[in-house]
């Protein structure tokens, strides 16, 4: 198995906005995606911003390679997330899942 690991930040009045954004239209895409495992979508915040880390968890690189694409090591962005997300980090971390 495969953790995919992205991390985002947001203002904190979009906190709630972009949660049911997430909710409502990120994680059904990765749920119907074959090979997709499960998620955990984290948050933090302070007084000015919202922290988020996203980890999906998949079969194997190539089902990820279906769901982000050959360059799988680019992040995946929605064009909604233009109105929430303060920064477009381009890459995303893979690791290895060799205990659960």
């Known amino acids: ?9 947001t203002k904190i009045e ?3 906005e972009y949660e049911d954004f997430m909710k409502s239209r990120a994680i059904p ?4 995606t074959s090979g997709f495992i499960k998620l ?13 880390k996203l980890i999906t968890v ?7 390679k279906n769901f982000a694409g050959q360059d799988y090591e680019i992040a995946k962005y929605y064009p909604e997330d233009k109105k929430y ?16």
């Open 1 to 9: 198995m495969i953790a995919r690991i992205w991390e985002g930040k």
């Open 14 to 16: 979009h906190l709630v």
């Open 29 to 32: 895409d990765y749920s119907k």
């Open 40 to 52: 955990m979508f984290l948050k933090n915040s302070d007084h000015q911003y919202a922290y988020f």
């Open 58 to 64: 998949w079969e194997n690189l190539e089902v990820i």
């Open 85 to 100: 997300l303060i920064d477009f980090p381009e890459q995303v971390t893979h690791f290895e899942i060799f205990a659960d």
